[in-house]
């Protein structure tokens, strides 16, 4: 079992800066890949950023160049810093991890982007 603890969501103006912060119970390194998506009302969950455990990066198109994935080995963290905010940003954002046998989920955090 792996535990998700997210953290950081909340309200912005377009333009703003959010971090979020996904906290594991295991060591993440040991994962092959860790993750966030976000699910806005009425959509499907989608991907937004990935990280393999050899730090291989992948984006979706819409938020290349302002959103940034990366982890704290010290902190057993995975770190989505977000910046340039949009009104299309808004959703619930789920921090996941994908252990070789099976994928978790974080509870997920709001964000909301005001224009």
């Known amino acids: 079992q792996v535990q998700l603890v997210e953290s950081g969501g909340g309200l912005v103006q377009a333009g703003g800066s959010l971090s979020l912060s996904c906290a594991a119970s295991?060591?993440?390194?040991?994962?092959?890949?860790m993750g966030w998506y976000r699910q806005a009302p009425g959509n499907q969950r989608e991907l937004v950023a990935t990280?393999?455990?050899?730090?291989?990066?992948d984006y979706k198109d819409s938020v290349k160049g302002r959103f940034s994935i990366s982890r704290d080995s010290a902190k057993n963290t995975v770190v989505l810093q977000m910046t340039n905010l949009k009104p299309e940003d808004t959703a619930v954002y789920y921090c996941?991890?994908?252990?070789?046998?099976?994928?978790?989920w974080g509870q997920g955090t709001q964000v909301t982007v005001s224009s």
């Open positions: 996941s991890v994908d252990t070789w046998i099976r994928t978790y």
């Open positions: 295991k060591n993440i390194f040991s994962f092959k890949a």
């Open positions: 990280i393999t455990s050899g730090g291989t990066t």
